[in-house]
């Protein structure tokens, strides 16, 4: 039969006070017993170990007399004549003899008694005999006697009743208090646990919302807590996979958007080639160089889509080797330089301090500042200013490029390193962009434990920056 936890705990507690207070009686009774025992050995031997009493009993011409010095010492041997007695034994034969004692009942033959019949003082003790005995034999003017001392245990008896009453009365009381105790005890141990069973349940259904309030320093507020925290995290993982189905369907139809325009921009030119046979030798060219352009543009993509893909699987592997930090940017900016002079931008760039070589990959990392640079152009109105600037700042390296071109608007300025952003679409697509730049410059970065970011104001200009330490990352020999 299946208990709940809730009455697993009060049998157990009561299973508990009941084998302590077992336990405590049986150890008290035992003890009892032990004490009274050496209490009644050691108080004979001090009162037969008396020189005075043992010569007073040789002394003594009968048995009679001996009788009547032992009643003279009855206080100090505990004799009340109920529990413990007092007998003149024969020394020989161990017999009682009339009138000698307390009681002149016949006596078994015990140990001590033959021990003094030996001639030796009988102080024999046996916990489980239901008597405690004490034989000492006297060599009297008359002859040979024994001073027998008897007790049957009836004291260790009722005090052993009256601690059976004692102890049964408190384990009475025990087992009420603990009946009560245990069942506040598993009160408050269940009850945290049967919450936390139903906020499982409800997060097996799929509601992660539970908050448990639990203030309890204990390993159950410890649960709650934890409890908590993994519900907290489920849901934001969960809202994390929705956004990611969510940006996956986004990306799929960005892809199939951009995919689409140059298809069929190639597909309208071919099909017009196709069909005009008497086409002009200038305008077919034109076509030729339209199809060429949207073939170029879709390449661009494949390669960029195929370039993330490898950074999401991991399988991009980089170079991480020292080079001149300083001589890529100058390589950068000499080969930007004729694009920017182009769109007749003033093209500038600045050290604010002496830039270290660092380690990372060097093509990367130039492919990344290329980037930087191209959007600048391309999002600056012609005669617009592009400058680079760069240096360093303790073990970081970082290069600037600022533009006063159009700026993105504040709303969209944390999406620009989302893939296929644009600020400009129309523009971005007359100048062969793919909405993909950013995304790589960022998963390149990263790659590098660097950071890069952008900050920008609309019809006002954008700054990104991007930094490097100067060892590299960590994780790279």
């Known amino acids: 039969m299946n208990k709940s936890l809730y009455t697993k705990l009060v049998l157990i507690m009561l299973l508990l006070i009941i084998s302590l207070m077992a336990v405590v009686g049986a150890f008290l009774m035992s003890e009892i017993r032990s004490y009274y025992l050496d209490d009644f050995y050691a108080k004979m031997k001090t009162v037969f ?4 009493i043992v010569e007073d009993l040789n002394s003594a011409a009968t048995g009679s007399d001996m ?5 003279l010492y009855s206080g100090q041997l505990g004799i009340d004549s109920r529990s413990r007695n007092y007998y003149i034994l024969n020394g020989e034969t161990g017999s009682v ?3 000698s004692g307390s009681n002149t009942d016949s006596l078994a033959i015990t140990q001590n008694i033959l021990t003094a019949i030996g001639g030796d003082a009988g102080y024999a003790s046996n916990h489980s005999a239901s008597y405690m005995d004490v034989a000492l034999p006297i060599s009297g003017k008359a002859g040979n006697y024994i001073v027998y001392i008897k007790d049957n245990k009836s004291t260790v008896s009722k005090l052993s009743s009256v601690l059976f009453g ?3 009365r408190a384990l009475l009381i025990g087992l009420i208090i603990s009946v009560l105790l245990s069942l506040l005890l598993a009160k408050a141990m269940v009850t945290p646990i049967q919450n936390l069973t139903k906020a499982a349940e409800r997060v097996a259904a799929g509601d992660f919302s539970p908050n448990l309030n639990s203030d309890a320093k204990d390993e159950i507020g410890v649960l709650t807590r934890t409890f908590n925290r993994m519900a907290a995290q489920l849901q934001k993982t969960l809202d994390d996979l929705k956004k990611s189905e969510a940006m996956r369907r986004e990306f799929v139809a960005n892809v199939s958007h951009e995919l689409r325009t140059p298809i069929t921009s190639i597909r309208s030119y ?4 196709q069909d005009s046979a008497s086409m002009p030798k200038e305008t077919e060219k034109e076509f030729l160089g339209v199809i060429v352009k949207e ?8 390669q960029d889509l195929l370039m993330l893909s490898r950074f999401d699987a991991g399988s991009i592997e980089f170079k991480f080797v020292r080079f001149s930090f300083t001589t890529s940017i100058h390589d950068v900016y000499n080969a930007m330089l004729l694009d920017a002079q182009k769109h007749k931008h003033r093209f500038t760039i600045d050290f604010k301090t002496p830039v270290p070589d660092i380690v990372g990959d060097e093509a990367r990392i130039e492919q990344v500042l290329i980037n930087m640079v191209s959007n600048a152009i391309k ?8 400058a680079m600037t760069a240096g360093r700042k303790d073990d970081v390296v970082w290069v600037s490029v600022r533009d006063n071109g159009i700026g993105i608007p504040k709303e969209d300025v944390n999406k620009v390193f989302d893939r296929f952003y644009r600020v400009d679409k129309a523009r971005s697509r007359e100048s062969g962009g793919t909405g993909l730049g950013l995304s790589i410059a960022q998963e390149i970065v990263n790659r590098h434990n660097g950071s890069i970011a952008l900050t920008s104001r609309q019809g006002k200009g954008t700054v990104i920056t991007m930094s490097l330490p100067v060892e590299g990352p960590k994780n790279e020999g």
Do not use: F, H, K
């Open 97 to 99: 003899l009339p009138g």
């Open 270 to 273: 071919a099909e017009t080639l």
């Open 49 to 52: 170990e008396d020189p005075a």
């Open 379 to 386: 999002y600056t109105r012609d005669g617009g200013v592009i």
């Open 166 to 168: 004692i102890i049964g």
């Open 67 to 71: 009788a009547e010095i032992l009643r």
């Open 295 to 302: 073939s170029d543009r879709m390449t661009n993509i494949v």
